[in-house]
């Protein structure tokens, strides 16, 4: 199991720097040429629209106690606000 565990090593290693050796994705630029469509100015500013409050939080118990087994699993957990 030693040598194995040698063999495994050394692959892992290996992998390790071949991928940090690696070249680096090359950059994006951006479009040189000037967009075509014309757009109109605009004649009345934006009217601001009336927004909704945001939502109150979920709050997610994940404990019901001592007697409860430990689980994160959403479809097991109890909601409340």
Do not use: H, N, W
């Not at 290996?14 to 757009?39: D, G, H, M, R, Y």
């Not at 945001?54 to 409860?68: F, N």
Request: net charge negative.
């Amino acid at each position: 199991m030693s040598k194995r565990y040698l063999a495994f090593s050394v692959v892992t290693m290996f992998v390790l720097i071949i991928s940090a050796c690696a070249p680096s994705a090359p950059a994006t630029s951006a479009p040189t040429e000037p967009s075509t469509v014309a757009t109109e100015p605009a004649t009345q500013p934006p009217v601001p629209t009336d927004t909704a409050p945001p939502p109150e939080p979920t709050i997610l118990r994940l404990s019901g106690g001592a007697s409860d087994f430990c689980t994160i699993a959403p479809s097991l957990a109890t909601q409340s606000a």
